[in-house]
């Protein structure tokens, strides 16, 4: 008996409390996060992590001509 998978489901929330826990401290004390910016993911990669590019596309697709559909 054996296990060829093991979940640390957990993990990854504790780090990134810990994280905001620190940033919310650099935060208060300091009154800005420069500090620790390389420790940051920058704004575009979590856009492209979170699938904002793919949203973006998907609007794109559907997107209606306000002025068409008032008018329409």
């Known amino acids: 008996m054996g ?3 093991v979940a640390f489901a957990v993990s ?3 780090a990134a409390t810990k994280a905001m826990q620190r940033a919310m401290k650099v935060l208060r004390e300091e009154g800005t996060t420069r500090a ?3 420790e940051m993911t ?4 979590f856009n492209d992590l979170i699938g ?3 949203v973006r596309a998907f609007e794109a697709k559907y997107r209606i001509n306000r002025k068409e559909a008032t008018n329409g």
């Not at 920058?42 to 990669?45: A, K, L, P, R, T």
């Open 52 to 54: 904002f590019p793919e």
């Open 36 to 38: 620790i910016v390389t």
């Open 12 to 14: 990854c929330l504790l």
């Open 3 to 5: 296990f060829q998978l």
């Open 42 to 45: 920058n704004f575009q990669d």
